[in-house]
């Protein structure tokens, strides 16, 4: 994936620059999944990949999930793991000055779940100049995925939904013919921008998707709708930056 590939289509596949914070990331929560789930074994992809075995399901496995997610937020450091494995990605699309999400999402998405990820997109409720990186921990492909329409088909979908506002099924199954599912095997992340529509398809393969997405955008960049420091903590900044800052804190004082 270039550059030019990727202004054109809002997304792509990138591998990860260094893999052992990754298998760590990965190593963290597979250690949270098995307290939390009672999930056996020692490898987490093959765990992950047979989680619905262990048959939890409906309210059980959304409070569970739950739990799973608060435990990740609050242990792991999940933004910075993902920076680490991703730096010169993330560097190249969003400059030094950064803020990443404060929460870890994840998915858990069983096969023949009737319950996938809805078709969505994240802007203009969040910010054009966020970027999106969803993570596979385990292999995905065929509907194991995630599906995305990219930008020219994001186009295609509004222009239907702005003339038949009323008729929702139209689009959506404009928008499931349409979408590319995205095969991203363990070790790569798909960054997409955040206009793009995107959601799931019933996972029709016999193993479960285990993923996560986590958010970044630069300091500097508009916040969009929402309040940017209720969602976002700043991670990272250039010299220059708290240079700036500094004197910004300096100069006030006087």
Avoid at 43 to 58: E, M, Q, V, W, Y
Avoid at 203 to 208: L, M, S
Wanted: aromatic residues 12%.
């Amino acid at each position: 994936m270039n550059w030019e590939d990727f202004e054109k289509n809002g997304y792509g596949v990138f591998p990860a620059d260094d893999m052992a914070p990754l298998d760590e990331l990965r190593r963290q929560i597979f250690a949270k999944t098995r307290d939390i789930f009672g999930l056996e074994g020692e490898d987490p992809g093959a765990a992950f990949n047979s989680f619905h075995k262990l048959s939890i399901t409906g309210a059980k496995l959304n409070e569970l999930r739950v739990k799973l997610i608060r435990e990740v937020t609050n242990s792991v450091d999940s933004g910075t793991l993902i920076f680490n494995a991703f730096q010169n990605t993330i560097l190249t699309l969003l400059g030094p000055d950064l803020l990443v999400q404060k929460n870890t999402n994840m998915v858990i998405q069983q096969p023949n779940d009737p319950n996938p990820s809805e078709l969505h997109r994240d802007a203009p409720a969040n910010s054009p100049y966020e970027i999106v990186v969803w993570l596979p921990l385990v292999d995905c492909f065929g509907t194991k995925s995630m599906y995305i329409l990219n930008r020219q088909k994001t186009a295609q979908a509004l222009a239907k939904l702005d003339t038949a506002p009323e008729n929702w099924n139209d689009f959506h199954d404009y928008c499931l013919e349409t979408g590319d599912n995205v095969p991203a095997p363990y070790g790569t992340a798909l960054f997409f921008w955040t206009g793009l529509f995107h959601g799931s398809r019933m996972n029709a393969e016999k193993e479960t998707r285990f993923s996560l997405n986590m958010r970044y955008k630069s300091l500097f960049s508009p916040g969009g709708l929402k309040e940017p420091f209720e969602f976002f903590k700043i991670f990272r900044t250039s010299p220059l930056t708290r240079l700036g800052l500094e004197f910004q804190k300096s100069e006030t004082i006087r």
